[in-house]
């Protein structure tokens, strides 16, 4: 199997185990999708995984990740794993985790939602389903469809 390699970064952030075609979906989350884009950072779309299939990988450099992103990576690539680099090495992994509920992560596409009314409702879903994951809305009972593009 043909091995993909690109510069080693010494500190950073590997995100690693991205599902097939979601990199820049992560990278949008990590607000790194636009002009301010401050160290290198390396997209390996389509490679192929060791464990099964097919990745997508992130390296980040000089960067590590807050909880919050860490917790909307989950919504969107649940196999994802987060790899922090220290002088070259990986000095921490991390299994993303996706909880029960997810509340105030993502919107309702339902426009009728209470939740997309004037009232102070925060959005809340239930988890029904963890790979891929199946979001339903606790307030209109409705699966949201396409959760990346719903992200708060
Ligand atoms: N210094 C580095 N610079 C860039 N990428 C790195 C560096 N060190 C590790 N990585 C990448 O981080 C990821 C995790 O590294 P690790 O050595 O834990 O691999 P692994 O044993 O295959 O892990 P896993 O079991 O999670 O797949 C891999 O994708 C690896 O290529
Ligand atoms: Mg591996
Ligand atoms: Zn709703």
């Not at 990740?65 to 990576?73: A, G, N």
């Not at 690539?77 to 680099?85: F, Y």
């Amino acid at each position: 199997m043909k091995e993909f390699k690109v510069t080693p970064i010494r500190n950073g952030t590997v995100i690693d185990h991205i599902d097939c075609g979601m990199a820049l979906k992560v990278l949008r989350i990590i607000g790194m999708d636009g002009g301010n884009v401050q160290s290198p950072v390396s997209i390996l779309m389509h490679v192929p995984s060791k464990k099964s299939g097919w990745k997508d990988v992130l390296k980040v450099e000089d960067r590590e990740l807050d909880p919050r992103q860490v917790d909307k990576i989950a919504l969107i690539a649940p196999r994802a794993t987060i790899n922090i680099i220290r002088d070259f090495n990986v000095a921490e992994k991390h299994n993303v985790k996706l909880p029960d509920v997810v509340i105030g992560k993502t919107r309702c596409a339902n426009p009728n939602c209470i939740t997309n009314q004037k009232e102070p409702v925060e959005p809340e879903f239930i988890v029904e389903g963890k790979n891929p994951p199946i979001l339903r809305c606790v307030y209109c009972d409705r699966i949201l469809e396409n959760i990346a593009d719903n992200l708060i």
